[in-house]
């Protein structure tokens, strides 16, 4: 059975009017806003993730990857659509609250731009959700966090601030943040591209460890290599849709769809 399942997602972002529209009527009451205009950001998504996969999502900007992300963890609501996990099902467009709480329970999200905050040191970003949102004890949120810190090679940072801290270090913090939770599954959102191609090996190396120790993950990613070499399975999206997932061997040696091809060819030219 897979860990997760998703099927037929669809995801639109409204803009509206500025302008005020009264009533139609003798007398104004009150106003209402216009929508002028509507994007289809996910437009019928299916994604199945095994346990222990690591699934890299490539696509060109605007193709919908981090708006899926935000989506699977509730960050944004979804129009329609259905999420299975461990086996439990929900139908994403009137999920309650309740089991939004109970789903993030067992996944973490790492952000682009680490979300860390700054009054804080580094163990006290790791530990501050099991204190706070998992009521869990202070001298055993720090031996947690104080372990994931080491995991991901910054125990002699615990005390630092984020603004003592490389950008490297700092999404090694989210990371170890992200661990300490004990999550099922991690949801990465393009974790390297705010960093340089030095601090980027750094990020990646420890990525690599916690793929080869079978932890779930799924990430949007630049990072070529990364989706070639370590990922389980690649899928390539543009325009709100799958245009094609395969085995990562498969899909960057024998990609299907001329789209596939265009986008792979035109980033190693890049490269």
Known sequence: MAMLEIKNIHKSFRTYDEKPHFHIGPFPRGHARRVIRTLDVLRGVDLTVEKGDVVAILGPSGSGKTTLLR?????????????????????????????????????????????????????????????????????????????????????????????????????????ARALATDPEIIYFDEPTSALDPELTGEVLSVMRQLAEEGMTMLVVTHEMGFARNVSSKTVFMENGVVVEQAPSQEFFANPKEERTREFLQKISQHA
């Open 71 to 175: 989506c699977l963890n509730f960050l944004e609501p979804t129009d329609s659509g259905s999420l299975t996990f461990d086996g439990e099902t929900f139908d994403l467009s009137r999920i309650s609250g309740a089991d939004i709480a109970r789903l993030r329970k067992k996944t973490a999200f790492v952000f682009q731009n680490y979300n860390l905050f700054r009054n804080k040191t580094a163990l006290q970003n790791v530990t501050e959700g099991l204190v706070v949102a998992r009521k869990m004890p202070k001298a055993e949120a720090d031996a947690i966090g104080r372990k994931m810190l080491e995991k991901v090679g910054l125990a002699d940072r615990a005390d630092a601030y984020p603004r003592q801290l490389s950008g490297g270090q700092q999404q090694r913090v989210a990371i």
